[in-house]
C-alpha cells in the first residue's frame, strides 16, 4: 500500500543537496563498503543543506530502497535492456530510487522520481546511459499491470523472496521453523515502516507528563501494553531527539522490547551491576533508572570510542552511578563480584530488521554460527563474575534459537550453579515462553528480542 511520505522535494537536480542525488550516493556507497546504511545515512543528514522534510523523504528513499531492494531488481530485471546484473551499482540505484517511488509513494509525482535520477546519471555517467534509464523507469510505468512475479506454486521459498524482498536461505530457514502462515506474518512485519519508541526517565519525569507533552505538541502516540514507561511514537516523521523533553534528559529513545530486557533484570538500589555491551547505553540507562541512580553500574565494552555515548547520555539523564570502562566482555575480569551482570551479547540482529533493513543483506547463516562461539565466551566469563545469589541476564535482539535458548539451555546444562528464575515472575506472560523473555515483531509488535534471568545458587 502506497504511503505519503512527502510533498514534492523543492530542491532542483542540479543543487548538491538534491534528495534523490543523495539517496543515490548512500546507496552506491552501501554496496561498495562494509559501512552500515545507519551510518551513511546519518552523515549525510547531519552534513547540513537539507530541511526537516528533506531529511523525512531522504530517509524513507534510502530505507525503502534497501527494505524491497530484491523486488525492486526484480522488476527491473524484466524492463531492462540487456543483463541488470552487469549494470554499475550507481545506474542501478538510480533506477531503484525513482522506481521504489513511483511504486510505493502516492504523493511523489512520476516526473520528478524519474526525471532526477535521469538527470544525476547524465552528469555521472552521460547522455546514453541517462537515456538507458528513462526508457527503462518509462516503461515499467506505461505497463505497471503487465510486471509478472514469481509463481508461488513453482518455488515458494524464492516466490516470498522476491515478494517480501528477503534473502532466500532466511525464508527458507523460518518457513522449516516457523511455517508458512507466521513466516508471512513475520515478513510483512519486518517491512513495515517502523516507529520510534521512547522511555520515561522516572528520575526527571513520569509517564503523564510526558504524554500530556505528546498531546499538546499533537504527536501521535501509544504507551506499551507490556511496559507502562515506554512510548511509541506512532506518526512519521518525528525525530524524539529534536524534543525538548529529550534535551532536558526526561526520555530516552529506546525499543520497549529493550526496556523490558532491563526490567527482567530487576536490578536494587545500592547493588553492583556489571553491563558487559553496554554501547550505545540504553539498557545501562533504564537499570540505573531502575536503581534510582543509586549504586554502580560499571558499563564496559570493547570499543572505547563508543564509550562517549554512554557518558553523554548518562550526564543529559542525570545519572551519575555510572562508570565506563573497555573491555573484552569475553575475557574481561573484575577483582570484586557483582550483584548481577547483563550480557546483552552480539547477535545476528534478525529482531531488527524493521529499523535495520540492511542487516537482511548483510547476514548470512554462517554468521549465527559465528557469533554462537563469541555468545558462548561471554556467557561463561560472566558467570564468574557473579556473587551466589547473584543474577546473570543474557539477552540478544535476535529471533534465532540458536542464539537464545539454545545458548542458555546449553550452559544451564554445563553449569549446575545455576537456574532459570522465570521471566513470567517479572514481565506479562503474554510475551513470555518457556521462562524467558521472547519477543516478535509480528506478535508483540516490538522489535524481536530473547532474554534469559538466571541466578547463582552456589
Given at each position: 500500500m502506497k504511503t505519503y511520505i512527502s510533498k514534492k522535494n523543492d530542491i532542483t537536480p542540479e543543487s548538491p543537496g538534491s534528495v534523490r542525488a543523495a539517496a543515490i550516493k548512500i546507496l552506491s556507497r552501501?554496496?561498495?563498503?562494509?559501512?552500515?546504511?545507519?551510518?551513511?545515512?546519518d552523515g549525510e543528514l547531519?552534513?547540513?543543506?537539507?530541511?526537516?522534510?528533506?531529511?523525512?523523504?531522504?530517509?524513507?528513499?534510502?530505507?525503502?530502497?534497501?527494505?524491497?531492494?530484491?523486488?525492486?531488481?526484480?522488476?527491473?530485471?524484466?524492463?531492462?535492456?540487456?543483463?541488470?546484473?552487469?549494470?554499475?551499482?550507481?545506474?542501478?540505484?538510480?533506477?531503484?530510487?525513482?522506481?521504489?517511488?513511483?511504486?510505493?509513494?502516492?504523493?511523489?509525482?512520476?516526473?520528478?522520481a524519474i526525471n532526477e535520477s535521469v538527470e544525476y546519471i547524465k552528469k555521472i555517467q552521460g547522455e546514453k546511459t541517462a537515456g538507458l534509464v528513462n526508457a527503462v523507469l518509462r516503461n515499467i510505468v506505461r505497463n505497471s499491470d503487465k510486471i509478472r512475479y514469481p509463481k508461488k506454486g513453482e518455488d515458494p521459498v524464492y516466490y516470498y523472496a522476491v515478494m517480501y524482498s528477503h534473502p532466500r536461505w532466511m525464508v527458507k530457514?523460518?518457513?522449516?521453523?516457523?511455517?508458512?502462515?507466521?513466516?508471512?506474518a513475520l515478513l510483512e512485519a519486518n517491512n513495515k515502516r517502523p516507529y520510534v519508541a521512547i522511555r520515561v526517565n522516572k528520575l526527571r519525569s513520569d509517564i503523564n507528563v510526558v504524554c500530556n507533552y505528546l498531546r499538546e505538541s499533537e504527536i501521535k502516540y501509544e504507551i506499551s501494553k507490556y511496559c507502562d514507561s515506554s512510548v511509541a511514537i506512532t506518526a512519521a516523521g518525528n525525530n524524539p531527539a529534536s524534543f525538548d523533553m529529550f534535551k532536558n534528559g526526561q526520555i530516552t529513545i529506546q525499543d520497549t522490547a529493550a526496556t523490558l530486557v532491563s526490567i527482567l533484570a530487576a536490578p536494587k538500589p545500592g547493588q553492583s551491576v556489571a553491563d558487559l555491551c553496554a554501547a550505545p547505553g540504553g539498557k545501562t540507562f533504564a537499570m540505573a533508572d531502575n536503581m534510582n541512580n543509586e549504586g554502580s553500574i560499571s558499563a564496559i565494552d570493547k570499543y572505547s570510542a563508543k564509550l562517549r555515548f554512554i557518558t553523554d547520555g548518562a550526564e543529559?539523564?542525570?545519572?551519575?552511578?555510572?562508570?565506563?570502562?573497555s573491555g573484552n566482555a569475553a575475557t574481561i575480569k573484575f577483582k570484586e563480584p557483582f550483584d548481577l551482570?547483563?550480557?546483552?551479547?552480539?547477535?545476528?540482529?534478525?529482531?531488527?530488521?524493521?529499523?535495520?533493513?540492511?542487516?537482511?543483506?548483510?547476514?548470512?547463516?554462517?554468521?549465527?554460527?559465528?557469533?554462537?562461539?563469541?555468545?558462548?565466551?561471554?556467557?561463561?566469563?560472566?558467570?564468574?563474575?557473579?556473587?551466589?545469589?547473584?543474577?546473570?541476564?543474557?539477552?540478544?535482539?535476535?529471533?534465532?534459537?540458536?542464539?537464545?535458548?539454545?545458548?542458555?539451555?546449553?550452559?544451564?546444562?554445563?553449569n549446575p550453579n545455576y537456574k532459570i528464575d522465570p521471566a513470567e515472575n517479572y514481565l506479562d506472560g503474554e510475551i513470555c515462553s518457556d521462562g524467558f523473555l521472547q519477543a516478535f515483531p509480528h506478535i508483540h509488535g516490538t522489535d524481536g528480542a530473547f532474554g534469559a534471568r538466571l541466578i547463582r545458587i552456589k
Open positions: 552501501f554496496e561498495r563498503s562494509d559501512a552500515y546504511l545507519e551510518k551513511l545515512l547531519n552534513s547540513g543543506g537539507f530541511n526537516v522534510r528533506d531529511k523525512s523523504l531522504l530517509t524513507e528513499i534510502v530505507n525503502g530502497v534497501v527494505r524491497w531492494r530484491w523486488k525492486l531488481d526484480w522488476v527491473l530485471t524484466g524492463f531492462y535492456f540487456g543483463d541488470y546484473l552487469k549494470c554499475l551499482n550507481i545506474v542501478k540505484n538510480s533506477m531503484r530510487v525513482a522506481l521504489y517511488q513511483i511504486l510505493y509513494l502516492d504523493r511523489v509525482p512520476v516526473h520528478a530457514r523460518w518457513l522449516s521453523k516457523f511455517g508458512e502462515e507466521v513466516t508471512v543529559r539523564l542525570g545519572l551519575d552511578c555510572v562508570r565506563t570502562m551482570v547483563l550480557c546483552d551479547v552480539p547477535c545476528s540482529g534478525t529482531g531488527t530488521i524493521s529499523k535495520k533493513p540492511d542487516i537482511k543483506w548483510k547476514r548470512e547463516y554462517e554468521d549465527i554460527k559465528q557469533m554462537n562461539k563469541i555468545q558462548k565466551e561471554i556467557i561463561e566469563n560472566a558467570s564468574k563474575m557473579l556473587k551466589v545469589g547473584g543474577v546473570l541476564v543474557y539477552s540478544t535482539c535476535s529471533i534465532e534459537s540458536e542464539e537464545n535458548a539454545d545458548i542458555v539451555n546449553a550452559f544451564l546444562k554445563d
